[in-house]
């Protein structure tokens, strides 16, 4: 028999039923609802959600007729996908219970879902405005992707095709490092992984040992709103707009669009197009160097075919050096000549002027002054003469000693004393009797001639001595 069984009628309960206290019958009423509710999932619209400092999150769940109040604890707060807001309606899963000091009755929840997708398109609206307003998706702070990175950083599954595919293109491109960390990107606790690789890139320090990324692809496949909306997520969108390092965001299809795409400095349709915006390809970079390489090369050409013009213009314009040589010396001479004349020409003039100057006094009594200076003007020109001469005299008689001394060491002259030059067949001088060998032919170099001669060994006769002279009879005898 339950303990809440209901009396058979007012007296019989006033005079059988035992009293329950006030404890006695909440507990029975409590062990009751949990009994019989241990399990439901009940549909509705949130209502004055509250999370104080303890964590909980309380609320109540309406509809058009009803209200139930909900308890969230502080554990499962933090596991939800989806952050309880007013007028969200959800779906919501947990077990009744009794608040006993309330005399009510509350859910505690375990799972909370959004209702439908037209609840998700309104949570998603909404949570975009308000991400908007506070200029997340602002284009001015948007980075430029680098032209050619080093290293890709790639936030995806691991075992999906994605990375497959972004691996591929990129080889085919240009091949480069890349770098993936693996994460969830669906379900529970995808959304926190996904921003704390964005931050964990972004983290590393530039030549370290694991190196930094210079661009972030940010990828998963297509898939229906549910399985984006990690993408979704606050702390995703709040990542992606943080991240120092450019970032291109790939969720889905090209008619699939997450919040995290605004975000993004960059949002490509597909992961494979993501890896096209993260490279160039690489045999287009070498055409158009080849293409500059030649376009330099012309320029260059064109600019020394140029100059050189130009140089043969200016070296057409410079005299050459014989004639300028020629010029300068023909001056000097001429210089010359007229410095050895000046002196003569000097005094003549000065000459002539004092005889013009002498004609015109005519005072006697400066005529024999005038004529000690006429005098001594003479003197001075003959002096001035002479000593030219001697000079000249002196400069041709040392010439001519010098003739004379290299004329004195000239071989001729050594000839013509008498003298004669021994060569052997081979033009080279013989100095020495050993080097005239019997038979050898010897060429002799006299002061007027040469003449051939052969070796035949037999040494000369030696001249004879001069007998002494007699004298008939000049000279007397003492005897």
């Not at 993004?264 to 494979?272: E, G, I, V, W």
């Not at 140029?306 to 010029?327: F, N, S, T, W, Y």
Request: net charge neutral; charged share 25%; aromatic share 4%.
């Amino acid at each position: 028999m339950s303990d809440l069984s209901p009396p058979g009628t007012i007296g019989e309960a006033a005079s059988n039923a035992a009293a329950f206290s006030v404890s006695e019958l909440s507990a029975a009423l409590k062990r009751t609802v949990e009994e019989s509710f241990d399990y439901v999932r009940v549909r509705g619209e949130i209502s004055q959600p509250k999370i104080p400092s303890s964590g909980h999150c309380y609320l109540r769940l309406k509809d058009e007729n009803a209200c139930i109040d909900g308890i969230i604890w502080r554990g499962t707060m933090s596991k939800l996908s989806i952050r309880p807001e007013e007028g969200m309606e959800v779906i919501v899963t947990g077990r009744l219970t009794t608040y006993p000091a309330r005399s009510s009755y509350q859910i505690i929840i375990d799972s909370m879902e959004l209702a439908g997708q037209g609840a998700l398109l309104k949570l998603l609206e909404d949570r975009r405005k308000k991400l908007a307003a506070e200029g997340l998706f602002d284009e001015g702070r948007k980075k430029p992707l680098p032209y050619l990175p080093d290293v890709i950083g790639v936030v995806t599954s691991p075992t999906g095709a994605v990375i497959r595919d972004i691996l591929h293109r990129v080889a085919d491109r240009f091949p480069r490092r890349v770098i993936v960390w693996p994460v969830k990107v669906q379900g529970e606790g995808a959304a926190a992984e996904i921003a704390a690789a964005i931050a964990g890139f972004n983290a590393l320090e530039a030549g370290g040992g694991i190196p930094r990324p210079d661009v972030i692809i940010v990828a998963r496949g297509g898939g229906s709103l549910e399985d984006l909306w990690a993408f979704n997520e606050e702390v995703v969108v709040r990542a992606a707009a943080g991240s120092q390092i450019p970032l291109i965001a790939a969720v889905g299809h090209e008619t699939d669009w997450t919040l995290m795409d605004y975000a993004a400095d960059k949002r490509a349709p597909t992961p494979t197009a993501a890896a096209e915006m993260a490279v160039p390809v690489r045999l287009d970079l070498l055409a158009q160097l080849q293409q500059r390489h030649g376009r330099l090369a012309q320029a260059v050409t064109r600019t020394l075919e140029e100059r050189r013009i130009h140089l043969e213009g200016l070296v057409r314009g410079i005299p050459k050096l014989d004639m300028i040589v020629a010029q300068k010396t023909q001056d000097l001479d001429a210089l010359t000549e007229r410095l050895n004349e000046a002196p003569q020409r000097l005094l003549l003039a000065k000459s002539e002027s004092l005889t013009i100057l002498g004609g015109r006094l005519a005072l006697d009594r400066f005529s024999d002054d005038l004529r000690r200076h006429g005098e001594n003007l003479e003197n001075l020109t003959a002096r001035a003469v002479s000593a030219l001469k001697r000079t000249s005299g002196d400069a041709a008689t040392r010439l001519e000693n010098l003739f004379a001394r290299l004329e004195s060491v000239s071989p001729k002259r050594v000839l013509e004393r008498g003298y004669a030059l021994v060569r052997d067949a081979s033009g080279a001088p013989i100095t020495a009797v050993a080097g005239a060998m019997a038979g050898c032919v010897l060429s002799i170099e006299f002061a007027d001639g040469e003449v051939s001669a052969r070796v035949d060994g037999t040494p000369p006769p030696k001249p004879a001595r001069p007998a002494p002279k007699k004298d008939g009879g000049s000279q007397g005898t003492l005897l």
